[in-house]
């Protein structure tokens, strides 16, 4: 990459992320300005925050992910209400603060902040947890996420591998970092918790978001990537917002497909699957941007089960209730026909099977046969 | 086999021979014994004797050998077999009347000795004034010494009264008296006696005008018969009145099921009780003066109710009447019965299968007969007993102890009306202390009292508690877990007088939960914890109200400060801002 395209980039990429934080910063003292004036007046201010609960969330087809409702709740200052009040203000005080300095913080280090605050300091970090998630929803309204209100999750994204480079540009030397995904070796490239500055080259044909460790690992290491002509992510249980924003970019930029495979149990389609594809039923107000709508559904399905005669367990009574309430109450389930009919399957045959189940056939069966085999017919994926 | 038959000859051989010997060793001791108890009538134990030994006889001949069964053997067990005395009884099983550990015969003796004081002083019309005494004489055994300012025994009655089990006057009156059978003061002593060698001793005086009588008394175990072995006249500096004092191996303690306890328990429930008490490790006597100058209502004495006899009772009660019809017999011993009310039990007795006639002589009725009367009975709707034998502590005077005992910040009593178990009048009082001296979050002390006695253990089994336990104390503001006590600074109180409370055993620890006592028992609680909410919640409100002052004061300035640093006001801004804010807020709270 020549200088100049570096510099361009580098420059584009501090442009938009000028054009964010100013977002982020008039949203703020749009809010605040609001309070002022209505103080002024001698009014009781208040604030508005999407109500974030399954009532008010709806699925729709065109936008490709949960999304939450117009339902609003009111909170007006008054003496009950006061500290909270104090509290949101002054967190949305720190966070223009952090933007202004170009900073981040996690929930941990807001808790501690807070610490300053006299009265207003939370006295637990669930409580400063709390006022997060309201700031969050209250912004979300405005399009601007918790990542550029500047509180990053202290979690981890997945591993990547496979036929990727990121650039990572470092602001402040000028310089691009090019992180070569296919050149680590035994290990992997892990997903930083704040990926809005990351952009990507490659000539993948597709990613693969694989559930568990183990077949990550196996597939790593034959370089299935190389083979397949695909870039490799765990999600290692349900993908983190990180990892999904990850990949929604990933896919975004490069207009290539995503395909999960995960265990065929309710389990990893009605909250891993579901929530990498639409998002999560209780953070909806976020959705839009942790949510990866162009996923479809490799495997394992219920399908696979019989068509590979994969080794079972039953179905546990908890894996029971999520797939019925998946059914009854999940509004992406009961917009897609063939995963209403997949998740009756599975509860007709009351087993489940993990991916790592394949192994029975050999080792790298899931290498050698199963994946060419389902990586053949792209169309048959469940949506 | 052969081996094992030769063995087992050996062995009858052997036995045979104990046998004998052991013969000849009971036959001198009841030779012996039958010199000691020359005036027992011989006879009829004999006889009983007889009947038994035959049954034996057939059932154990064979696998006796050839033995001498002659007549011998039935005469030499004979010996053996007597009346069994209710002393001896309660000397084997001591439990059974609280005297099981060192430490409760101690604190059993004192309240044997304070009930028998109270009700002797109240029966007397006297308000009184007791002194209780408990000294060591080493770890082990102490001495007890109990006064009271009643009007005194006469001599002929004390050895009776204080060294014989189940004398007295209380068992068969049917109205409210702390003591019930008659075994308390007489089992103490008998206690001390058997533990420590030493008889009781009681100083008795009757009048100003005569001297005091000193009596040490032991009970002849055998034949529940008191045994005098000491009588002089001596000089006391009180008017009249009576002191036991016994001496008994007992440990002193302090604690919940100590005798500082009980006296403190027993204050609370005796309004009218000025208590002086010396225990063996603190230097000053404590006190409890009385809140009340007058007696309470002395309890009047009632007959019995239709439905709160039993079938045996009743049959006894048949054959020892002087009446000579059914009818006249029912309304001569019962209360609430008239000739019509008896005809009604005649006219249920038809729809049990057989019409009782009640002109009929009592003696002549057939078992079977009687019980088909005990049935029309209960059928029969009967006016409820008269109440006035009843003596509650009263509202006003609950709540003068409670203020005294505890000093807390508020109290709330309430006195039930009277109210019917099984045909016996009870009435239930209720009395919550909160607050104040009483110490915080705690289970709530429980004080249970049954005719003004305090009930000091079984506290689970009891009645008073499940009735506490049962109620929704979270509704009236008191943290409650699930199926325990409360939790807070309170301190309840809980007190039913009855003609006959229920214990749940002889020694008077617990009530038994009859539905309707329970029940009276959980409206007292409930009116009280009312009260008590509302109070509770008036308080909250009040802190509340300062609570949100403060606030405002506190919180206001961090939403100044988030504003001046979000908008970047200037110092004049903010203030500006902060003022018109607490005004708002200020406003709203007001309204």
């Known amino acids: 990459m020549s200088k100049k395209i570096a510099k361009s980039f580098i420059d584009r990429v501090k442009r938009e992320n000028a054009r964010r934080d100013k977002k982020t910063v008039d949203s703020i003292e749009r809010t605040a300005q609001e309070i002022y004036k209505k103080i002024m007046r001698k009014g009781k201010p208040m604030l508005r925050f999407p109500v974030r609960s399954l009532s008010n969330v709806s699925y729709d087809k065109k936008k490709g992910y949960l999304e939450i409702g117009r339902a609003r709740k009111e909170r007006t200052l008054t003496v009950n209400t006061v500290k909270g009040f104090a509290q949101t203000l002054r967190m949305m005080g720190l966070s223009r603060e952090l933007v202004q300095t170009n900073d981040f913080a996690t929930k941990r280090d807001v808790y501690y902040q807070s610490k300053n605050w006299a009265e207003a300091k939370f006295t637990d970090q669930s409580e400063s947890d709390t006022v997060m998630d309201d700031i969050e929803a209250l912004f979300s309204v405005d399009d601007v996420s918790r990542e550029q209100l500047r509180f990053v999750p202290d979690e981890h994204g997945g591993a990547v591998a496979g036929e990727l480079v990121v650039l990572d540009p470092d602001l402040d030397s000028g310089e691009i970092e090019r992180i070569d995904c296919t050149r680590f070796g035994s290990g992997a490239y892990s997903i930083p918790s704040s990926v809005e500055h990351l952009s990507f080259e490659t000539d993948a044909k597709f990613v693969l978001a694989i559930e568990t460790g183990g077949i990550f690992q196996r597939l790593q290491s034959h370089k299935f990537w190389k083979s397949a002509d695909c870039i490799l992510v765990s999600m290692a249980g349900v993908p983190t917002r990180s990892t999904r924003r990850f990949i929604r970019k990933l896919s975004d930029q490069k207009k290539i497909p995503v395909y999960a495979f995960v265990d065929c149990d309710p389990y990893g389609i009605s909250n891993i699957y579901r929530t990498l594809k639409v998002g999560s039923g209780n953070a909806a107000h976020i959705n839009r941007f942790f949510c990866v709508p162009s996923a479809s559904f490799l495997g394992v399905t219920p399908q696979d089960i019989i068509d590979y005669k994969l080794p079972t367990h039953p179905l546990k009574d908890v894996d029971i209730k999520r797939a019925k309430d998946a059914l009854k109450n999940d509004p992406f389930f009961q917009s897609k026909k063939k995963w209403s009919a997949a998740l009756e399957q599975l509860l007709k045959m009351g087993v489940r099977a993990e991916q790592q189940s394949l192994a029975m056939w050999g080792l790298n069966y899931v290498i050698e046969e199963y994946l060419p085999a389902k990586l053949a017919n792209p169309g048959k994926f469940l949506p | ?591």
């Not at chain 2, 005494?133 to 009776?160: C, T, Y």
């Not at chain 2, 045994?227 to 007992?250: F, N, R, S």
């Not at chain 2, 008490?277 to 404590?286: F, L, R, S």
């Not at chain 2, 409890?288 to 006899?309: F, Y």
Request: aromatic fraction near 6%.
């Open chain 2, 1 to 591: 086999m052969t081996r094992k038959k030769a063995r087992a000859g050996n062995k009858k051989t052997s036995k045979a021979k104990r046998k004998s010997t052991k013969k000849k060793a009971s036959k001198a001791t009841s030779r012996r014994q039958g010199g000691l108890f020359d005036s027992e009538p011989q006879p009829k134990s004999t006889r009983k004797a007889r009947k038994k030994t035959a049954s034996k006889k057939s059932g154990s001949a064979k696998q006796r050998s050839s033995a001498t069964i002659d007549g011998e053997m039935a005469k030499e067990m004979a010996k053996k077999q007597k009346d069994i005395s209710v002393s001896e009884f309660f000397a084997k099983n001591r439990h059974l009347l609280g005297f099981d550990s060192p430490a409760r015969a101690l604190l059993t003796t004192v309240r044997e000795a304070v009930d028998n004081s109270l009700d002797a002083c109240e029966e007397a019309g006297v308000v009184p004034d007791l002194f209780i005494e408990v000294k060591a004489i080493n770890p082990d055994q102490h001495v007890v010494i109990v006064r009271d300012n009643g009007p005194g025994i006469v001599r002929e009655q004390l050895p009776k009264i204080f060294a014989r089990l189940l004398y007295g006057s209380k068992f068969h009156a049917r109205k409210q008296t702390r003591g019930q059978q008659g075994i308390g003061i007489s089992a103490a002593g008998m206690y001390g006696n058997l533990t420590t060698g030493k008889p009781m001793r009681v100083i008795s005086r009757t009048s100003r005008r005569k001297p005091a009588i000193e009596l040490f008394l032991a009970i002849d175990m055998a034949k529940n018969q008191p045994m005098v072995k000491k009588e002089v006249e001596i000089e006391v500096d009180w008017a009249h009145g009576t002191q036991v004092q016994i001496e008994l191996e007992g440990t002193y303690k302090k604690g919940k099921h100590s005798i500082d306890s009980f006296l403190d328990q027993v204050s609370l429930a005796n309004p009218h009780v000025r208590i002086e008490y010396i225990n063996p490790i603190d230097e000053e006597p404590v006190i409890w003066d009385r809140v009340s100058k007058s007696l309470p209502e002395a309890p009047r004495e009632i007959l019995p109710h239709p439905h709160g006899v039993e079938l045996g009772i009743l049959m006894q009660m048949m054959k020892e009447t002087s009446a000579r019809t059914v009818s006249g017999f029912m309304c001569q011993e019962f209360c609430r019965v008239t000739p019509n009310v008896v005809r009604k039990f005649s006219d249920e007795t038809e729809g049990l299968g057989r019409r009782i006639d009640t002109d009929r002589h009592p003696k002549r009725l057939s078992p079977a007969d009687v019980k088909i009367l005990h049935k029309g009975i209960a059928a029969t709707r009967i006016m409820a007993p008269p109440t006035n034998c009843l003596s509650p502590i009263g509202e006003e005077l609950m709540g003068k102890t409670l203020r005294r005992n505890f000093n807390p910040e508020i109290v709330i009593t309430v006195t039930r009306q009277p109210s019917v178990y099984r045909g016996n009048p009870f009435q239930v009082e209720a009395g919550i202390a909160w607050g104040g001296d009483l110490p915080g979050d705690d289970l709530a002390s429980i004080y249970r009292f049954a005719n003004r006695v305090p009930l000091q253990y079984e506290q689970g089994a009891c009645a008073i508690t499940q009735s506490i336990v049962a109620s929704p104390w979270k509704n009236y503001e008191v943290q409650q877990a699930r199926g325990a006590l409360p939790t807070g600074s309170l301190a309840i109180i809980l007190h039913i007088a009855s003609v006959w409370v229920p214990f749940t055993s002889e020694s008077k620890k617990a009530v038994a939960s009859y539905d309707e006592i329970l029940k009276e028992m959980r409206l007292a609680i409930m009116e009280a914890g009312r009260k008590l909410a509302t109070h509770l919640r008036k308080k909250r409100r009040l802190a509340d109200a300062e609570r949100k002052k403060d606030y405002i004061k506190t919180y206001i300035p961090q939403i100044g400060i988030a504003l001046q640093e979000i908008l970047e006001l200037s110092d004049t801004q903010r203030t500006k801002a902060e003022g018109k804010l607490a005004d708002v807020l200020e406003r709203s709270r007001k309204m």
